[in-house]
């Protein structure tokens, strides 16, 4: 008999996997980042890379409001069965492709450019996503080897909120944190910190 933890693990992997989950991909040759891959499930819980070696993907929780909407578009678009390419000659956007997972339901849609306002809309969520687990990297860096960079990487950070395009914040909240409490960090940018940490924690009580 398989010892009781084993069987609840087996249990919570099995259940995981009915999870429903919107996965994002878009390559981009030349582009910055060149590769990115987003999923994010039904719980909120999310990953980002930008590689195709999972051992490289940042662990996500996504805001609760954008979860809702990530998969009501989803449902609307009756979940990537029918084609989201407009088949115009334009230039190259990246291709994209958006792939929906719910047990043994899979399915997905590939395309450079798309007319339809909901694959817009879908395709711009994921796109903030990836801008702001680039900025929360880029201010855990800036944390760990470049002092001066703490001040440029929180500004950024408060732009990008104050146009309503900050996602992933549980993650970022820590190092907003991190950075208000340590008096090695200019005046200005603990300043900028300790402000986002409190916007951040009354928008998502």
């Known amino acids: 008999m398989k010892p009781a933890f084993v069987l609840m693990a087996m249990c919570f992997s099995l259940g995981a996997a009915d999870v429903p989950k919107v ?13 990115v891959l987003i999923s994010v499930d039904q719980t909120g819980a999310a990953s980002y890379n930008e590689s195709t070696d999972p051992d490289n993907a940042e662990k996500l929780t996504i805001e609760p409001a954008a979860v809702r909407q990530i998969f009501d578009i989803a449902e609307r678009l009756d979940h990537f069965k029918q084609p989201l390419e407009s088949g115009l000659k334009v230039a190259n956007m990246g291709m994209k492709t958006l792939r929906w997972e719910s047990g043994d339901a899979k399915q997905e849609a590939k395309f450079n450019y798309s007319t339809l306002e909901d694959a817009k809309t879908l395709t711009d969520i994921f796109e903030r996503i990836s801008d702001s687990t680039r900025m929360m990297v880029d201010l855990n860096r800036a944390i760990r080897h470049d002092r001066l960079g703490v001040n440029d990487a929180t500004l950024r950070i408060q732009a990008a909120w104050d146009s309503k395009r900050l996602l992933a914040t549980p993650q970022i909240l820590p190092l907003l944190e991190q950075v208000a409490a340590n008096e090695s960090y200019i005046h200005m ?6 402000r986002m940490v409190d916007a951040i924690k009354a928008a998502n009580p």
């Open 189 to 194: 940018a603990r300043e900028r910190a300790a």
């Open 23 to 35: 996965t994002f991909s878009k390559s981009f040759p030349g582009s910055t980042p060149p590769f």
